[in-house]
């Protein structure tokens, strides 16, 4: 094999690598983008993955009737950032894959009218230089005095860091009630 090689460059006149990246045909598109420009986060939300994961659980709650900060859930987020709700439909599950502004536009409004506190019960890291996956397993209450949660489920959060910063790449959620009881290494430990 290599001296077949061997024979191409000498014929092709010059060195051939092993291996090449193939030249595109055309310029590859970019990514859609979210159109909203990206505010400053707070150093101390994004100082490291404890604190971002508790950022993004504390943005989106509140009591019924009470503002988010959006800009502040923005600024947690990468511009080329996606949240995927996989959803239960009439045909099956499906994963929908919405910008951060698609979030804002659809969940933003029921979520400060009828009260929304999610928290973290159990989590689990694994990471490599400057990404990590974050299993963060949630309860979600109406009311932070709501004795039980009306609603349990696993985020999938994987994470860059960037400029100094950690960013929030992906959020990949789906609730109990559509994939079965949360498996025990994802609970808190008893």
């Known amino acids: 094999m290599l001296r077949a090689v061997l024979v191409c460059a000498a014929v092709l006149g010059g060195a051939v690598p092993l291996f090449q990246e193939p030249k595109p045909a055309a310029p590859a598109p970019t990514p859609a983008q979210d159109p909203a420009p990206r505010p400053e986060a707070k150093p101390a939300d994004v100082a490291s993955i404890d604190a971002i994961v508790a950022a ?38 499906r994963a929908r ?7 804002v536009t659809r969940s933003g409004p029921m979520l400060e009218k009828n009260g929304f506190f999610e928290q973290e019960i159990a989590r689990k ?15 979600s209450r109406r009311s932070k005095d709501d004795a039980a949660p009306f609603m349990r489920g696993i985020n999938s959060m994987q994470l860059v860091r ?25 609970l808190p430990a008893k």
Do not use: C
């Open 162 to 186: 960037e400029q100094g910063r950690w960013f929030v790449l992906q959020v990949l959620w789906e609730q109990e009630t559509d994939a079965g009881p949360i498996p025990a290494q994802y």
């Open 97 to 103: 894959h919405l910008k951060v502004e698609d979030y």
């Open 125 to 139: 890291v694994d990471s490599f230089g400057d990404f990590a996956h974050v299993w963060s397993t949630y309860e």
């Open 56 to 93: 993004l659980y504390d943005v989106i709650s509140g009591p019924a009737g009470g503002k988010r900060d959006w800009d502040r859930l923005r600024s947690l987020f990468h511009p080329e950032a996606k949240l995927v709700p996989v959803v239960k439909t009439k045909d099956g599950m």
